[in-house]
């Protein structure tokens, strides 16, 4: 369900626009709806240190790409693979986030199940990025 919490997650574009100073960087593309979105990472010692994104993308997809682009730094390949269960689990059930995740739950919840694929996309490049080395 579309809130002005999520719109104002969308506009916040801090993030938002290619650097070309990275170290991991993937293109991905949703088959179901065609979003879009490029993802830009910097790694030291397989922990991200930032992210930037651009999106061809609904305000979902926005929403999410800021999100993790402003609260994924520290995390590894390891926590990512783990927050990527719990999450997709989170679409069909209730679920406990720890305190560190709780940012995510105005995303991530039975409510928005129906865009679940968009939510995650960004979530998805990441992972991809990660693993193209």
């Known amino acids: 369900m579309l809130t002005d919490k999520i719109i104002k997650l969308a506009n ?24 879009k979105i490029i993802v830009e990472l910097v790694l030291t010692k397989g922990k991200i240190n930032s992210m930037r994104y651009i999106t ?8 999410s790409a800021s999100l993790f682009s ?20 989170s679409f069909k059930e209730k679920v406990s986030f720890a305190k560190k995740y709780s940012f995510l739950k105005q995303l ?18 990441i992972l991809k990025a990660i693993n193209k080395r």
């Open 56 to 63: 061809e993308s609904c305000v979902y997809c926005q929403a």
């Open 108 to 125: 991530f919840n039975m409510d928005n199940h129906k865009r679940s694929d968009c939510i995650l996309l960004p979530l998805s490049a």
């Open 70 to 89: 402003n609260k994924i730094e520290k995390l590894d390949k390891n926590n990512l693979l783990k927050l990527d269960t719990l999450l997709k689990k």
């Open 12 to 35: 916040n574009t801090k993030n938002y626009g290619l650097k070309n100073n990275f170290t991991h960087k993937v293109s991905v593309k949703n088959k179901k709806c065609g979003d």
